[in-house]
């Protein structure tokens, strides 16, 4: 089997060793090789990051204040959708990378370390802050402010550099 076969191929069966793409949509090749400089690159997260911070926090606040589920799941929730719309955008738009299976791979662990640091800071913060209308808010600043900068550095770094 080809690893250059067309992405909207039908996936191939796990036994034969290839595990499928995840479902994106290809990046324009033309596009893809022109390289996206330092400046752009951390304007374009920022961008990124403030659109999917605004789907987390939109999220984890309606189903906590709204919905009544438990803080930690409500955050648990929100960062999972949260995070895969970064990763969608930072993929085709931020670092203008092809799809990757080692670089989805990598965003698994990544995604997986960033979210126990999310979530277990946003706890702690909620936990430890006053009973007030600015605690949810706060604690979810703190968590992602924490998680945006491991991601940018291990996603420029390390992630977006595999192939």
């Known amino acids: 089997m080809?690893?250059?076969?067309p992405h909207s191929e039908e996936p191939t069966h796990h036994l034969e060793g290839d595990l499928p793409l995840?479902?994106?949509?290809?990046l324009d090749s033309a596009v893809a090789q022109q390289?996206?400089?330092?400046?752009?690159?951390?304007?374009?997260?920022v961008v990124t990051g403030g659109l999917s911070a605004i789907v987390d926090f939109g999220l984890y606040a309606l189903l906590y204040a709204v919905?009544?589920?438990?803080?930690?799941?409500?955050?648990a929730i929100s960062f999972v959708v949260g995070t895969t719309t970064?990763?969608?955008?930072?993929?085709r738009w931020t670092f203008r990378a092809p799809p990757s299976r080692s670089r989805f791979a990598a965003v698994v662990v990544l995604y997986a370390t960033t979210f126990a640091v999310q979530v277990g800071l946003n706890s702690i913060m909620y936990s430890v802050l006053p009973d007030e209308w600015w605690r949810l808010p706060a604690g979810f600043v703190?968590?992602?402010g924490t998680a945006t900068v491991i991601n940018f550095v291990v996603q420029r770094a390390v992630i977006f550099k595999l192939r």
Do not use: W
Not at 35 to 45: A, C, I, K, N
Not at 67 to 75: L, Q, T
């Open 2 to 5: 080809s690893s250059d076969r």
């Open 22 to 26: 995840p479902a994106e949509l290809p």
């Open 35 to 45: 390289p996206v400089p330092l400046g752009t690159q951390m304007v374009r997260f």
């Open 67 to 75: 919905v009544g589920v438990h803080v930690d799941i409500a955050k």
């Open 86 to 91: 970064a990763y969608l955008l930072n993929r």
């Open 142 to 144: 703190v968590a992602q």
